[in-house]
């Protein structure tokens, strides 16, 4: 197994365009989580998935944040309008049989908005 | 929902001395402490988790103790190395519902040659 996949490992954009994050979790895995990193705030957990269903989504920081997960091999998250505080390491992470198991974790996307 | 706090920010030893990193929660529920380990520009890995059942967990080098009724846990690294040279993130979980794992603001251990 490839392990969690995310695209793209680096993106550069400016203020007020639209931006979309991609996973594809491990196959067979049934949680998915999405973690922002930054200096000041570590990992922070924005919204995590059980079987495609969006379970707890309190960490999303404004409606200009996103995420779906149509089936259980894909997920994205958009942010529009981005702004530069958005600038941050996304992770991607899936796991089998929920918060209480070994998380695995993609490579990141490195979200720089200008 | 669940506060982790993590001390010290950054921590120097060296080479072969002993690291200790400490952790606190916040709520009494919580059941599940990982540790995750996060080498430059990479992505976090799991090292050693712990589960509210048990007060101490051992793997080679590395240890980990819980004391619930204080609230705290700690990871131990015995006879470190300069490839234990990481940024290291405490977590804890209550499992179930709608909470997911938080972690720690981490800690970047550095060993001196």
């Known amino acids: 197994d490839a392990g969690v996949i995310q695209s793209p490992r680096h993106e550069v954009t400016e203020m007020g365009q639209e931006v979309t994050l991609r996973c594809k979790p491990i196959?067979?895995?049934?949680?998915l989580f999405w973690y922002r990193q930054t200096m000041m705030r570590g990992l922070e957990l924005l919204i995590y998935?059980?079987?495609?269903?969006?379970?707890?989504d309190s960490g999303m920081p404004e409606d200009r944040f996103s995420a779906k997960m149509p089936n259980a091999s894909f997920s994205t998250l958009k942010i529009q309008p981005s702004e530069p505080r958005d600038s941050a390491v996304y992770f991607c992470?899936?796991?089998?049989?929920?918060?209480?198991?070994?998380?695995?974790f993609g490579s990141g996307t490195q979200l720089s908005v200008l | 929902g669940e506060n982790v706090e993590q001390h010290p920010s950054t921590l120097s030893v060296q080479e072969g001395d002993s690291a200790v990193i400490k952790c606190t929660y916040s709520?009494?529920?919580?059941?599940?402490f990982p540790w995750y380990k996060q080498e430059l520009g990479k992505r976090p890995q799991l090292i050693i988790d712990?589960?509210?059942?048990?007060g101490e967990k051992k793997d080679q080098r590395i240890a980990v103790t819980l004391n619930k009724t204080a609230k705290h846990f700690s990871l131990h690294i015995t006879e470190t190395q300069p490839e234990d040279s990481a940024v290291y993130f405490c977590?804890?979980?209550?499992?179930?519902?709608?909470?997911?794992?938080?972690f720690g603001k981490g800690t970047h251990l550095i060993i001196q040659p």
């Open positions: 977590a804890a979980s209550k499992g179930g519902g709608a909470d997911g794992l938080t």
């Open positions: 709520d009494s529920a919580s059941n599940y």
């Open positions: 196959s067979g895995h049934d949680y």
């Open positions: 712990i589960r509210s059942n048990v």
């Open positions: 998935f059980n079987n495609n269903v969006p379970i707890d």
């Open positions: 992470a899936s796991s089998l049989g929920g918060v209480l198991s070994k998380l695995f």
